[in-house]
């Protein structure tokens, strides 16, 4: 049990345009979901919280505009980065949690890579 | 604020050896202590946790035991296996926040058969 999922697993995209990621709990229903980033041999860094039904809550110096985050299900979160640029080009994985449960269970990660 | 502190890696082990990876933290109140593994091109998985001092987590032969007299959550293993090659992340929630986990900076594990 307890399974995140993540589509796509990677993507290339041009510089400039917009790109959506998906993550999904597929057998339980996720309040909580968060959005991380992973610069190559670094740890994660947070990005934001989202709770389902309501705007998300972004870290210091993530840039709400630019990644754009929405929890409109149970099971379903999305991260749009907008007019992406190489700089955005990264690891980012998400994890979810349900209820007053502190286990987060993570999602196998989206390789992004900007031209 | 509240951190995580993790021994600098790589660490490097022939298989069958004893692995200590240490991690200590500062945290107000009685946080909840996980170590997480990636393993190479994957997300993380919930290796195990402790939710209280004296708790001994344990999963996969991996061990951890919450010392809140020392702060540390220091992961353990009798044996390795080239198998556990990868990157071992501790990290906390602090009671009273959001759910926010805080991560160490991970430590690489590589071991050679």
């Known amino acids: 049990g307890a399974v995140v999922s993540q589509h796509p697993s990677r993507v290339i995209c041009k510089s400039g345009t917009s790109v959506k990621i998906e993550c999904r709990s597929l057998?339980?229903?996720?309040?909580?979901m968060f959005w991380y980033r992973q610069f190559p041999k670094q740890s994660l860094m947070l990005m934001a919280t989202?709770?389902?039904?309501?705007?998300?809550?972004?870290e210091q110096g993530v840039e709400k505009d630019k990644f754009l985050i929405n929890h409109a299900s149970l099971t379903l979160s999305t991260l749009t980065v907008t007019s992406a640029h190489p700089e955005d080009s990264s690891f980012y994985i998400c994890?979810?949690?349900?209820?007053?449960?502190?286990?987060?269970?993570f999602g196998p990660g989206t390789r992004l890579l900007v031209l | 604020g509240d951190s995580v502190t993790q021994m600098e890696g790589p660490v490097t082990l022939s298989e069958e050896a004893f692995l200590t990876i240490n991690c200590t933290y500062t945290?107000?109140?009685?946080?909840?202590l996980f170590w997480y593994v990636q393993y190479p091109g994957e997300g993380l998985q919930l290796l195990l946790k402790a939710t209280k001092a004296d708790d001994k987590g344990s999963n996969k032969g991996f061990e951890a035991t919450y010392r809140k007299e020392t702060t540390s959550f220091h992961l353990e293993k009798g044996s390795v296996q080239v198998s556990d090659s990868a990157v071992y992340f501790c990290?906390?929630?602090?009671?009273?926040?959001?759910?926010?986990?805080?991560f160490g900076q991970g430590t690489t594990l590589q071991v050679k058969p």
């Open positions: 057998d339980f229903q996720a309040t909580t």
């Open positions: 990290a906390l929630i602090s009671s009273g926040n959001t759910g926010k986990l805080i």
């Open positions: 945290a107000t109140g009685y946080p909840s």
């Open positions: 994890s979810a949690k349900t209820g007053g449960v502190e286990t987060q269970y």
């Open positions: 989202s709770n389902e039904g309501s705007k998300a809550t972004y």
